[in-house]
């Protein structure tokens, strides 16, 4: 299992960015998605995820009504769309796979991880 993340860029303060995960090999349905960052000097914490089946989604506080996660089962791959970004924004992303369909805000139960893709918002 390979997961790839794209989309990250240096933006200003109230930008934009699409985030994408492509994620071949298997079923999304079958496995919850999450998106995960990691600024210097903090810890890992979750963002958003998109459980498999019935597509249930969570947001981390500081991102809702700021962030959308959505998934393109055709493709293979889980979009995370950024609007409003701040500075405190500004941190590597990474998306993972759930050992299972639900999802979950602990690294711990996410088993493959992509490389990680940097977001900079400047002010």
């Known amino acids: 299992v390979q997961l790839q993340a794209s989309g990250g860029d240096l933006v200003q303060t109230g930008g934009s960015l699409r985030l994408s995960c492509a994620a071949p090999?298997?079923?999304?349905?079958?496995?919850?998605i999450g998106w995960f960052r990691q600024a210097p000097g903090k810890e890992r914490e979750g963002v958003s995820c998109?459980?498999?089946?019935?597509?249930?989604?969570y947001y981390a506080d500081s991102v809702k009504g700021r962030f959308t996660i959505s998934r393109d089962n055709a493709k293979n791959t889980v979009y995370l769309q950024m609007n409003s970004l701040k500075p405190e924004d500004t941190a590597l992303y990474y998306c993972?796979?759930?050992?299972?369909?639900?999802?979950?805000?602990?690294?711990?139960?996410?088993?493959?991880w992509g490389q990680g893709t940097q977001v900079t918002v400047s002010s």
């Open positions: 993972a796979r759930s050992s299972s369909s639900y999802f979950s805000r602990n690294p711990g139960d996410y088993d493959y």
């Open positions: 090999g298997f079923t999304l349905d079958d496995y919850a």
């Open positions: 998109f459980g498999g089946g019935d597509g249930s989604t």
